[in-house]
Nanobody
């Protein structure tokens, strides 16, 4: 059974940082590209970042220079380090294998 479980969300002030984690099981994590999406209230789900199995990374323009996606293949875990957070980053963040598998999401709220 494939499971993707996100954690690390929460409430943070503008300019603050959070690190999201996604623990993956039942899936060949190390040979797969992985990614993060987010969905803000009233908006469509948006691609945020992805990482190839070799470690090449890609980001949506709005988070470049602030977010860093990484992976730990030994522990089947995907990360998203988020710095200099802005209120417009508020959303539910989802990890995915960029295909059929998605986590349940973790809420990130950026507010003073």
């Amino acid at each position: 059974q494939v499971q993707l479980v996100e954690s690390g969300g929460g409430l943070v002030q503008p300019g603050g940082s959070l690190r999201l984690s996604c623990a993956v099981s039942g899936y060949s994590f190390s040979v797969s590209a992985m990614g993060w999406y987010r969905q803000a209230p009233g908006k469509q789900r948006e691609w945020v970042a992805q990482i190839s199995r070799g470690g090449t990374t890609y980001y949506v323009d709005s988070v470049k220079g602030r977010f860093t996606i990484s992976r730990d293949n030994a522990n089947n875990t995907l990360y998203l380090q988020m710095n200099s957070l802005k209120p417009e980053d508020t959303a539910v963040y989802y990890c995915t294998n960029l295909g059929s598998y998605w986590g349940q999401g973790t809420q990130v709220t950026v507010s003073s």
